[in-house]
């Protein structure tokens, strides 16, 4: 009778817990998985370290010690433990490289380390040399997207997704200044590029956008739009626009920028965020949708408009950075099929963002150039997890994010709230969206984006 009731009692007390793990794996994190983790790694450190090849063989000198003094031969050494360190989702663990040892190791054994931690997800970090990272996660981040509150860093740098490692993904265009975006349909490529204007909304930016599918997408955000083409003909109009108002900035530049004796170094500029405020132009990003439609003709005039549209992008891409124009250009497929011209502006877009896609090809669209393992990752992305994505740039270094659900009755609220920040720039004025714009209420509403999954 004892017994039974001791086995109820255990019931009682794990059915909650598991439940309570299933149902909130964040909660259960913070209340359990900290010290059941941190116990895990600290009690079984050396044996994984050994297990997993990261140990290296004692210095001579110990040896030759051990010798002479005829005790046991001293024991092969795991990386030092610098320091232990627990998050909300997860833990980061510092380590001592021992001599010989390097940070593709670590790398090549996040797997092994993974399972023999019995943790979701390890990823390995070179911080500075000898010094290495491992990032871990307790539960799978990604499953339902939360994302946490940060500080904004500068009106340019835009939190969108949840990185795997439980880190906020930024799209900083001040680094990473024109990106691509690939992904099948419905794969959440759309739902990525409306995070991005609702976090760019509430900034001083001029929000320029191209959607071919007749304005589907961007259209019911254009109250917060500067100009808006929904065909290609308009697309044209719009970047020759682009370009002239990109030549009168840099006409601006070089009228400010101050190259005498007398200036300090510190005050000659090159760029806008190097001219004073008060004549500071307003930044641009141009969001493009169905980059294709751009590209593809069947007439002569069509092929003559075509190419005057990939000239102007092309352009717009090598030169707009110091104009600060930056470019968002998303599509389903982004390769040379398209024609000619399209691989010199892939070669300018150095972020790199891939939903699902359904080839192979479609991947090395992407990330073939830079990072074979990031095309691999990227096909093995579930169709029944829209929203997940590979992102990655030009130096190679990627990593899985997902980012949350928006709605687009959120989204085109947070726009028209936002109405009132729209610039006026002379050259783009014709193309303004010909919409009302509502009177500003005092309801104020928050920054963050919805936190739901998709």
């Not at 169905?290 to 092929?303: G, H, S």
């Given at each position: 009778m004892d017994a039974l009731k001791v086995a109820l009692l255990l019931v009682a007390v794990v059915a909650p817990v598991l439940v309570f793990r299933w149902r909130r794996p964040a909660w259960y994190w913070m209340a359990f998985g900290i010290v059941f983790a941190v116990v895990r790694v600290l009690v079984r450190y050396r044996s994984v370290m050994e297990a997993c090849g990261l140990t290296v063989p004692p210095p001579r000198w110990r040896l030759t010690l051990a010798r002479w003094s005829r005790r046991e031969v001293p024991e092969w050494r795991a990386p030092r433990i610098l320091r232990i360190r627990p998050t909300r989702t997860g833990l980061v663990l510092r380590l001592r490289l021992r001599p010989g040892q390097d940070a593709y190791d670590f790398s090549a054994a996040s797997d092994r380390l993974r399972h023999s931690l019995a943790m979701y997800n390890v990823i390995a970090k070179e911080v500075r040399s000898g010094v290495v990272e491992l990032r871990m996660t307790g539960y799978d981040v990604l499953k339902r997207v939360r994302m946490p509150a940060v500080r904004d860093e500068h009106p340019m740098c835009v939190p969108v997704a949840l990185r795997e490692d439980g880190q906020v993904f930024c799209r900083d265009y001040l680094q990473v200044p024109h990106a691509l975006n690939v992904g099948a349909t419905q794969s959440g490529k759309s739902v990525y590029l409306r995070n991005l204007v609702v976090g760019l909304a509430t900034h001083r930016v001029a929000l320029v956008g191209i959607d071919c599918k007749n304005g589907v997408e961007l259209a019911p955000l254009a109250r917060r739009f500067t100009a808006l083409a929904d065909n290609p003909e308009t697309a044209a109009d719009v970047l020759a626009a682009l370009v002239r108002y990109m030549s009168r900035i840099y006409d601006l530049i070089r009228r400010e920028q101050g190259i005498s004796l007398d200036v300090p170094d510190a005050e000659i500029t090159a760029n806008i965020w190097d001219l004073p405020r008060h004549l500071r132009p307003v930044p641009v990003v141009l969001l493009?949708?169905?980059?294709?439609?751009?590209?593809?003709?069947?007439?002569?005039?069509?092929?003559?408009?075509?190419?005057?549209?990939?000239?102007?992008?092309?352009?717009?891409?090598?030169?707009?950075?110091?104009?600060?124009?930056?470019?968002?250009?998303?599509?389903?497929?982004?390769?040379s099929e398209l024609g000619k011209g399209i691989t010199m502006l892939r070669a300018q877009l150095t972020g790199r963002t891939a939903h699902r896609v359904n080839d192979e090809t479609s991947a090395n669209m992407a990330f073939g150039d830079i990072a074979q393992d990031a095309a691999l990752a990227t096909v093995r992305i579930a169709a029944d997890r829209p929203g997940t994505a590979v992102a990655g740039d030009s130096s190679g270094g990627w990593v899985r994010i997902r980012t949350p659900h928006l709605s687009i009755r959120r989204a085109v609220d947070v726009c028209n709230a936002n109405a009132h920040r729209t610039p006026d720039i002379g050259e783009l004025a014709p193309f303004r969206p010909a919409v009302p714009v509502p009177p500003l209420t005092g309801k104020v509403l928050p920054k963050s984006t919805s936190a739901s999954a998709f």
């Open positions: 493009v949708d169905e980059v294709a439609e751009l590209a593809l003709y069947v007439t002569k005039d069509e092929e003559r408009r075509r190419d005057q549209i990939i000239t102007d992008l092309v352009r717009l891409a090598q030169l707009g950075r110091a104009a600060g124009i930056y470019l968002e250009i998303c599509g389903q497929r982004f390769g």
